[in-house]
């Protein structure tokens, strides 16, 4: 079918709104995010790039909660607007019903669907464990976190007791340290004048770089009784703050939502150590269910969006993201139910997703037959009625001494 300038003018008064929508979303979900990542790099002595990395891991998962949200809300700002300027009516006359004027939404629905689609079945699992790979580096290579003047801490093998440390939180003086190979066979002590932290490279661990100081060490074994001893005086000496094995992560897949979909189908019966079968269950069908939720929302905004007024235009848009909130609360908690293993998916998801698929049809349905924002008609929706009598009875309270 043909793309008119009907179908682009209609798409382009929901195209804006939603554009404007989903960057304020990704705004708000990242800025949040943002202090608390800058806390934990800056805490770190973590370079700044590794904050905006870590914040490009964020994206495809608040991307995925903010486009159906925005999607409602484009339609409704667009819808809103040409029913306010008398569009919806003249184009009602011209023979265009609701429906035709719906379709250039649904295809913007259908585009949003197939970007979250996308989002939910591999970038978001993907970015998910880049993200926990990378915080999981920085919270290991954390330089501070190690170090406080006057307490005892313990790096793999290395134990570390440091007397002060200068202002700008890399300088030290009068550090003492102990190490051993962990087996008992190989010991040492070293205690210098001053050192500082130092790291080779910007995503490596911490180096101890000491200066003017003494180091014993002592092997057990050998031809010697009681084993081999040895004193060494030194300018400089660096250790590497960082346990066996620290730096490297766990392998992808130790939690359900690091899975893309074609993983979470094929392992449902067979699921990895560590996981159970409801929890991919769960996953699976939550994924779906809310990919599917996309093409309602045009559905359930045309009809919330039909008001004239400016109380029915604010009381519309607090209805349809009450609605949202409330359909994305009772999806979290069926799938909690799921993965319990308390009902199945078809009562603890898909159920509340017939319920608002079933619920948006006829509201729309009731736009397109019953006409509701002509107020002529009669056709006033219960939650205008609601504001008008709440109105009115504030308004009586306010003319009473």
Known sequence: MP???????????????????????LL???????????????????????????????????LSIALPISLLFGVMFGFNKMTRDG??????????????????????????????????????????????????????????????AGVFARVGNVTFLIQGIGPDGVSLSRVFLYESDGEGESASAVAA??????????????ILR???????????????????????????????????????????????????????????????????ASDLVAEFNSRVARVLSIPLMPVLGLYLALGRGRSDRLVGFAVGLII???????????????????VGPLTGLWLPYFVFATGSLLLFARAVLVVPHTPALGGRRWWERAASVLGERLKRSRRRP
């Open 3 to 25: 793309i008119t300038l009907f179908d682009r003018y209609i798409a382009g008064q929901i195209l804006r709104p939603l554009a404007i929508a989903l960057c304020v979303a």
């Open 28 to 62: 708000a979900f990242l800025v949040s995010r943002f202090l608390q990542l800058m806390d934990l790099v800056l805490g770190a002595s973590g370079p700044i790039k590794v904050m905006f990395e870590i914040i490009g891991y964020l994206v495809p998962h608040y």
């Open 87 to 148: 569009e919806v009516d003249a184009m009602q006359a011209a023979g265009l019903s609701l429906a035709r004027q719906l379709r250039p939404a649904m295809a913007v629905a259908i585009a949003v669907m197939a970007i979250n689609t996308v989002m939910e079945s591999y970038l978001r699992p993907y970015a998910r464990y880049a993200y926990q790979q990378v915080v999981y580096a920085v919270s290991k290579a954390a330089l501070h976190a190690s170090v406080r």
């Open 210 to 276: 000491l200066f003017e100081g003494l180091r014993i060490s002592r092997h057990v074994g050998g031809a010697e009784p009681g084993g081999q001893s040895s004193a060494l005086r030194f300018q400089e000496l660096r250790t590497v703050l960082h346990e066996e094995h620290a730096m490297m992560f766990r392998p992808r897949g130790a939690h359900e939502r690091e899975m893309t979909i074609v993983e979470l189908w094929r392992q449902k019966d067979h699921p990895p150590a560590g996981l159970r």
């Open 324 to 342: 949202l909130i409330a359909y994305e609360r009772v999806l979290d908690f069926g799938k909690n139910a799921v993965e319990s293993g308390l």
């Open 193 to 206: 004048k001053g050192g500082d932290l130092i790291r080779a490279e910007e995503d490596g661990p911490p």
